[in-house]
């Protein structure tokens, strides 16, 4: 009787206050977590230089890490639903992520900085739609768009801190040849040679990815779920609702279109070079695109907040549409500065709209006890979109030429925004 009287209360709690102690752990794990994986990801590039790998090597080890989160993510969600237990393998996720960064530091040929790639994004494939599916149990049903707006703003916030501490570190040392001499000192043999700054990088990864693990370990908690041995995969997916299917494939084909930022980078970068050079075009580019995470931080409680109040189909379908006049804009692309401030700004804001907005509609269509799979399905539905619209843009791109690409991608996204803007409303579920 006591511990139902607890459970009641707690349950009182979540009601009334959608700000609590798991909100507030999950948003500083994935925080600290993104701080982890950023910092390495913005000095991967030239520490591949460094020991010799190609652009395509690099080019083949994202797409890998990539494929393997994304289907590691069903099978993560559905087994987190099977047996009940979503924390435990999401601690264990958290740390795989931390360990495998890491281990870029040791790397002197690409098949390591694969492996370290491969380990970190089955930690990230893990962890993700069991936390989603805990976040989603933490609040009301009339809350969800808070709790997953806010979750956005700290997982986007590690992406932008991560970047800004990798540069500082290498503004700071590059200027000191004394504390370049006492970080080589302590890299084993050969090490220096190869990358020893980049190198003490990827082992200062450790810090925020160890207390990311620890942030989820202690301050998050999870409601105990009966074990399922009669639960199947396939048979889990095909009991799905069917409006929830029907979202599913509004959000697939957008996902086409939703290419990854690189390209708007390489476009901005190219756009601009006549202009300014290459290599003053390249500062620019990659200082739009830290712009377009610090919109994408600011952007995603806001409307994750709004979401609450509207359909979360429609409101979804509105911010597919800021897509669109964003894919627009980088088809025309006229080569001024303004007009890339101006589009990487609706960047950011369009892929807060998406990213917040989606998940926070998932449980709005699913019942609790499969709730891991269905976040598991909307991310590898997202997976596949996203590999599908970097290589076709890419493709025509190359074919053709960049602008027919970004007409491609509009053309694409106006038509997932008018099926998404159709598909069937969510009724809460608690």
Not at 98 to 122: H, K, N, Q, Y
């Amino acid at each position: 009787m006591k511990t139902m009287a607890i459970s009641s209360v707690q349950n009182r709690t979540v009601t009334r206050r959608w700000f609590n102690r798991n909100i507030f752990g999950f948003g500083l794990t994935s925080l600290l977590s993104d701080f982890c994986h950023e910092m390495a990801t913005a000095v991967l590039p030239q520490f591949m230089q460094t020991i010799g790998a190609s652009a395509a090597s690099l080019g083949f080890i994202e797409g890998t890490a990539d494929a393997i989160s994304s289907f590691t993510k069903l099978g993560a969600g559905y087994y987190g639903d099977k047996f009940g237990h979503r924390k435990f393998w999401s601690v264990i996720g958290y740390a795989l992520t931390a360990v495998a960064t890491s281990i870029l530091a040791f790397a002197f040929v690409w098949p390591v900085i694969l492996l370290g790639r491969a380990a970190g994004w089955l930690g990230r494939g893990i962890r993700g739609p069991l936390r989603d599916a805990m976040l989603a149990e933490s609040v009301a049903p009339e809350d969800r768009g808070k709790a997953f707006g806010f979750h956005r703003a700290g997982d986007s916030t590690g992406a932008v801190l991560g970047p800004l501490t990798a540069f500082g570190i290498l503004t700071w040392m590059s200027g000191n040849a004394s504390i370049v001499e006492k970080v080589n000192s302590w890299l084993p043999r050969g090490a220096a040679a190869q990358g020893g700054i980049f190198r003490f990088i990827f082992l200062l990864t450790l810090i925020p990815g160890i207390l990311s693990v620890l942030s989820m370990a202690f301050l998050t908690t999870e409601k105990c779920h009966p074990v399922n041995h009669e639960m199947q995969l396939i048979t889990t997916l095909r009991s799905l609702p069917r409006d929830y299917r029907k979202f599913l494939v509004a959000v697939w084909l957008f996902g086409i279109a939703d290419f990854a930022p690189t390209l708007m980078i390489l476009r901005a970068s190219t756009v601009l070079s006549a202009r300014f050079g290459l290599v003053e075009a390249s500062r620019y580019a990659s200082l739009f695109y830290l712009l377009r995470n610090v919109v994408y931080a600011l952007a995603s409680y806001p409307l994750g907040a709004f979401s609450d109040r509207f359909c979360k189909t429609r409101f979804l379908a509105a911010g597919y549409v800021v897509a669109v006049m964003t894919f627009v804009g980088f088809a025309v692309a006229l080569p001024t500065i303004w007009w890339f401030l101006l589009l990487f700004c609706l960047a950011g804001i369009f892929i807060a709209w998406e990213d917040t907005v989606e998940r926070a509609t998932v449980r709005d269509y699913v019942w609790e006890s499969i709730a891991g799979t269905a976040f598991g399905a909307l991310s590898t539905v997202n997976g596949i979109g996203d590999f599908a619209s970097s290589l076709i843009v890419g493709m025509i791109w190359t074919g053709i030429g960049a602008a027919w690409g970004f007409t491609y991608a509009a053309i694409i996204a106006a038509a997932g925004s008018i099926l998404m803007y159709m598909a069937p409303a969510a009724h809460r579920q608690a």
